[in-house]
């Protein structure tokens, strides 16, 4: 595996997958990288903590980093290019341009977070218009950040085919998230609250936690989000409310409008 430093030094191929991340990989990264192994003749990954989408007095200096130990998992998941561009390469001097996904960015994390997905949404633009790849890779668990970045794509008419993959949870049900790290094992038992509201759909199950929002959202597919705050640690969440046709086909029509 390669590991890049400028725009310059990317592969050009006919099929290219881009995962753009921030780092701290676990599983949720890695299941990414597969997908995009599986799909594309080159994986690039891209590594950088965008300080364009971190609020004042949110985690951008303690976002845990570690280039080496990712960089070793990304080349045991078969990744051809870890693109790790330092500030500049991505803002720079002089960097005035920026994009506003408006309404899809305003809602629920955007209300909690102003100025976070216009961060996300023009460092996914600019890492798409660097790598130059034919498909990018999401996790559900950011499932407004997938809704955004397919409303930029369409309202831009940028040729990247947005592919999104499931939450990949630990055993005990929590989503993984590089910002689990932070908490202690007993901030991680209450946090275990959180998905278990959402598969009940039962907000009352928010115990000792902060709760910011839980509510449904109509992305593509509908779900319920929440996020809250465990000491200071904010997590996010969702579950998927409704299941593609396709998936549910098998119930059958005799199951159609039964009460449940
Ligand atoms: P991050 O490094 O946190 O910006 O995440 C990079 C990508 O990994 C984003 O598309 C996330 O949605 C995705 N991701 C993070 N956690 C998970 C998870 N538990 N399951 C699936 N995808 C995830």
Redesign the pocket.
Known sequence: MKIVRTAAELPRADSVGLV????AFHE??L??FRAARSENEQVVVSLFVNPAQFGIGEDLERYPRDEERDAQLAEDAGVDVLFAPPLEQIYPPGFQTWVEVEELGSILEGQYRPGHFRGVATVCLKLFNLVRPQRAY?????AQ?AAVLKQLVRDLAVDVEIRV?P??RDADGL????RNAYLSPEERELALALPRALRANDPSLLNGVEVDYFEPADFEPRVLAAAVRVGNTRLIDNVVLEIPCQASAWLGPSSEGEPS
Do not use: I
């Open positions: 753009p991340t921030m780092g949720g990264h299941s990414l999401f996790g559900q668990k950011d950040q993959l939450t990949v989503a993984l998230s590089s």
